[in-house]
């Protein structure tokens, strides 16, 4: 079964870091552009950033440019979004997905798989 495992979410403190992982099973995160998604309650989703499968391009919202990374590691076949200096605005559940194609960093752009989800509380 091809399915994606987000973990790494939990509660910390303004100012602090999370490390969001993606472990990818039934397939190979190489040929897929990834993406990283969040919805915070009563909010619309929204893109957190997005690589192409060529890792040379690379997109991050305007509010975590600056504090987040995304990144792939081929060899484990695992993507991670690497949060640093949280705010309360960045609390939400965050989605980790795959897709084939691509695209503008939106939600109906990265849909061949998409995880579960992982909640991140910043407290303040």
């Known amino acids: 079964e091809e399915q994606l495992v987000e973990s790494g979410g939990g509660v910390v403190q303004t100012g602090g870091s999370l490390r969001l992982s993606c472990a990818a099973s039934?397939?190979?995160?190489?040929?897929?552009?990834i993406g990283w998604f969040r919805q915070a309650p009563g909010k619309e989703r929204e893109a957190v950033s997005c690589?192409?499968?060529?890792?040379?391009?690379?997109y991050y919202t305007s509010s975590a440019q600056g504090r987040f990374t995304i990144s792939r590691d081929k060899a484990k076949n695992t993507v991670y979004l690497q949060m640093n200096s949280l705010k309360p605005e960045d609390t939400g559940v965050y989605y980790c997905?795959?897709?084939?194609?691509?695209?503008?960093?939106?939600?109906?752009?990265?849909?061949?798989?998409r995880g579960q989800g992982t909640q991140v509380t910043v407290s303040s």
């Open positions: 690589m192409d499968r060529t890792e040379l391009s690379i």
């Open positions: 039934g397939f190979r995160f190489d040929d897929y552009s």
């Open positions: 997905t795959a897709d084939r194609q691509g695209g503008p960093c939106m939600w109906r752009y990265f849909s061949t798989h």
